[in-house]
């Protein structure tokens, strides 16, 4: 099995909470929990901040929250690894059920970022999709984030306890040096004490956090569960 430092990872998604001044102050808020804590938490911030909070976080880590399957250079509008990397972050998302690639495009990704040492944490919507992202691309890690559990109140490892075990087991077969990351639904600090006692080394959350009335209160407390 592939072992880590366990993490929470924090998606900032568009929401305008997180836009701006906002973004800013979220993730300076992690950078502090992170210090104060020692707790390992990644901030994806909105990709107009990515290198202003990548250069800034000291003690949290940046990733992007999306790269596009293209090489550097004319390219209007779209996100290389190669830019995500020039940035200062250290990792990107890709294939967030709200962003979703095809699987050669998936596989660009991976591929262009472990050549230039940028870690990517591949979102998959199911237990097969999963596995075969571990298993045939070998990325940094996977996120397991059933769609309909997302931004829905009710954590995954409520609602499919089973099936996350069964991918932590799995992962840790047949894809044993790719990190197994849990999300979809996580909301509260019990959320994330399952997660971790169900075998997760990561846990991936985004408008718990956002849209929280005290959230550094709330991650304070989720910081203390890894």
């Known amino acids: ?26 993730s300076r808020l992690a950078d502090e929990i992170a210090a104060d804590t020692d707790a390992k938490i990644i ?9 202003l909070i990548a250069r800034e976080l000291k003690h949290a880590t940046a990733f992007a929250q999306h790269a596009d399957a293209v090489d550097a250079g004319a390219k209007t509008g779209w996100l290389p690894v190669e830019s995500v990397k020039a940035s200062g972050a ?4 890709v294939n967030h059920s709200e962003h ?10 991976v ?3 472990k050549l230039i040492g940028l870690r990517v944490m591949v979102c998959a919507a199911d ?22 559990l997302i931004g829905s109140g009710i954590s995954v490892s409520t609602a499919q306890p089973e099936i996350v ?31 971790f006692e169900l075998g997760a080394d990561g846990v991936l959350l985004a408008s718990a956090f956002v849209k929280s009335k005290d959230p550094a209160a709330l991650l304070k407390e989720m910081a203390a569960q890894v």
């Open 1 to 26: 099995m592939h072992f880590v430092e366990k993490f929470i990872a924090l998606n900032l998604k568009a929401y305008p909470e997180s836009a701006g001044e906002g973004g800013l102050r979220l």
């Open 43 to 51: 901030v994806c911030p909105q990709p107009q901040q990515l290198e």
């Open 90 to 93: 250290q990792g990107t998302l």
């Open 100 to 109: 979703r690639l095809k699987r050669e495009e998936v596989e660009f990704v």
């Open 111 to 113: 591929e262009k970022a």
């Open 127 to 148: 237990l097969d999709e999963s596995l075969a992202f571990a298993v045939d691309l070998q990325p940094w890690a996977v996120a397991y984030e059933p769609p309909k």
């Open 165 to 195: 075990e069964k991918f932590v087991q799995r992962m840790g077969n047949e894809a044993p040096d790719v990190v197994p990351v849990v999300g979809a639904g996580v909301t509260t600090v019990a959320d994330v004490k399952k997660c």
